[in-house]
């Protein structure tokens, strides 16, 4: 059974400060999904990362894939409070092309303070 | 390009009852994925719908069922309702290999 475990659950950061969250699967996948969320609202997607040393970035945020590890993080530069949300990684772990059986983390509430 | 539309924004039923989610998806996707996302369990993938058949489901009951309709509409419908159900569903679609889009779900108490 595929498990993600990202950490951490809970982020309270200043505005102005870097910062990561982890992303850790349980088996093989070649495809790894972050996605935001704000309070209420649906899943708005960030990045798809597929291969090994995939690095990819948007803004303030850059995510990144080792495939050997099984580890993607999503780095938070220079945070603003707009970015105050909760981010799920999400990891397709079966099913080929074309499919979006995702299994997600818990996700990390991220709060930004001014 | 009109987005994932889900109705009803929410759904209030009683422990026994029976409750049917909708689900449009984004013209020309033929794909339509359903998620639950319940209160510390995180999200879940429920069904997964391709071309009017269903071609996968998560880890539920055989109470959470649904169908996909000839337009690539689908429903989900869960009988039975236990408190447990109480969650936001969340409708996703998509074209064979191309990104997942999310509607805004449906919000369904069960009292």
């Known amino acids: 059974e595929l498990k993600v475990e990202q950490n951490p659950l809970f982020l309270s950061m200043q505005e102005g400060k870097n910062y990561t969250i982890y992303c850790n699967y349980s088996?093989?996948?070649?495809?790894l999904y972050w996605y935001r969320q704000d309070p209420g609202k649906s899943l708005e997607s960030l990045f798809v990362?597929?291969?090994?040393?995939a690095v990819k970035q948007e803004g303030r945020l850059m995510a990144s894939l080792d495939t050997k590890a099984r580890l993607s993080t999503l780095h938070i530069t220079a945070a603003v409070h707009d970015l105050s949300a909760t981010y799920f990684c999400a990891v397709d772990g079966d099913s080929g092309a074309g499919s979006y059986q995702l299994t997600f983390g818990k996700g990390t509430k991220l709060s930004v303070i001014p | 390009e009109a987005g994932v539309t889900q109705s009803p924004t929410h759904l209030i039923k009683t422990r026994g009852q029976q409750a049917t989610l909708r689900c449009s998806p984004i013209?020309?996707?033929?794909?339509v994925y359903w998620y639950q996302q319940a209160l510390g369990l995180g999200l879940q993938f429920l069904l997964w719908y391709d071309e009017g058949e269903e071609r996968n489901r998560g880890n539920f009951p055989p109470r959470f069922s649904g169908r996909q309709f000839p337009n690539y509409s689908s429903e989900l419908n869960v009988n039975a309702l236990e408190l447990e159900d109480s969650a936001l569903y969340l409708c996703?679609?998509?074209?064979?290999?191309?990104?997942?889009?999310f509607g805004n779900g449906t919000r369904l108490t069960v009292t």
């Open positions: 990362l597929l291969s090994n040393g």
């Open positions: 088996t093989t996948s070649d495809r």
């Open positions: 013209s020309g996707h033929t794909s």
């Open positions: 996703a679609s998509s074209r064979r290999g191309q990104d997942l889009h």
